[in-house]
């Protein structure tokens, strides 16, 4: 396993752990690049508008369309570690 890999899959974890809720925008973005990371470019249909939260988090995923997994896996990682450093917010 790769140091980014493993840094990636204790950032995921540590996240689980903030001692506040991140503000939704932070948390869409955490989503978005989570699944950049693990899955690639976004996949499927949108979510029509009657589902509002699955929809929001399609856009967020789909605005990093292109983005390498490794550069996701970075970003996500620098994410978190903002968070930790302000407090999850």
Not at 1 to 25: C, G, H, I, W, Y
Not at 31 to 58: C, E, H, I, W
Not at 68 to 88: C, N, R, T
């Amino acid at each position: 396993m790769s140091d980014l890999q493993s840094q990636f899959e204790t950032a995921a974890e540590e996240v689980q752990q903030l001692p506040k809720r991140p503000s939704n925008a932070n948390l869409l973005q955490i989503y978005a690049l989570y699944k950049q990371a693990t899955v690639g470019d976004v996949v499927g249909n949108r979510p029509g508008m009657a589902d509002f939260v699955n929809r929001s988090k399609y856009d967020a995923w789909a605005k990093l369309q292109g983005i390498s997994q490794e550069k996701a896996m970075q970003d996500y990682i620098d994410l978190v570690e903002q968070l930790k450093a302000s407090g999850g917010r």
